[in-house]
T-cell receptor, first 114, second 112 residues
């Protein structure tokens, strides 16, 4: 069963505007971690932000923030003040409980327009 | 810190040939993961190791695939015999007691 769902195959945003990339997840564990990675056209996977299931505050890292809604099982990534260099694939991922393997969603391709 | 190092970056091989992909994790990381990325299936976890021991290989597609980690600084993923449907980008990643994984640059495999 799909554990991580990213429903937006592609998104467009105007430069300098904010954009939200959606991610929902499915788990019965109480303890889990949620991650976002960026994959530019060069192919590398770049870690952006992490949210623990017990964290009460939404995670923030610079222009990235994670809108964590535990009851809805969603972990949306918000990118503020988009830049042309933000154009890339974005992957949501989850690591459950005591497991150390991480499962990824299908990704969202973000294009920032000048 | 040199990061996770994968080799080769690109591999083109003929169907039926043996292919070996290599990975050097970050020193001190005790978990190592092999992922495969394709357009159709996205990022799939193939296998992961903890302290050089395979923990979960349920993602390995079939017996043609095998992975080893003879020591803490080296792992291989072998495909024998290779088939065109194995064409993909193969990523190695490692992590320690921290939260996120560090990925290598990937190996783009093309089987013709």
């Amino acid at each position: 069963a799909q554990k991580i769902t990213q429903t937006q195959p592609g998104m467009f945003v105007q430069e300098k505007e904010a954009v939200t990339l959606d991610c929902t997840y499915d788990t019965s564990d109480q303890s889990y971690g949620l991650f976002w990675y960026k994959q530019p056209s060069s192919g590398e996977m770049i870690f952006l932000i992490y949210q623990g299931s017990y964290d009460e505050q939404n995670a923030t890292e610079g222009r990235y923030s994670l809108n964590f809604q535990k009851a809805r099982k969603s972990a949306n990534l918000v990118i503020s003040a988009s830049q042309l260099g933000d154009s890339a694939m974005y992957f949501c991922a989850m690591r459950e409980g005591g497991n150390n393997d991480m499962r990824f969603g299908a990704g969202t391709r973000l294009t920032v327009k000048p | 810190d040199a990061g996770v190092i994968q080799s080769p970056r690109h591999e083109v091989t003929e169907m039926g040939q043996e292919v070996t992909l290599r990975c050097k994790p970050i020193s001190g990381h005790d978990y190592l993961f092999w992922y495969r990325q394709t357009m159709m299936r996205g990022l799939e976890l193939l296998i992961y190791f903890n302290n050089n021991v395979p923990i979960d290989d349920s993602g390995m597609p079939e017996d043609r695939f095998s992975a080893k980690m003879p020591n803490a600084s080296f792992s291989t993923l072998k495909i024998q015999p290779s088939e065109p449907r194995d064409s993909a980008v193969y990523f190695c990643a490692s992590t320690g007691r921290g939260l996120g994984y560090t990925f290598g640059s990937g190996t783009r495999l093309t089987v013709v």
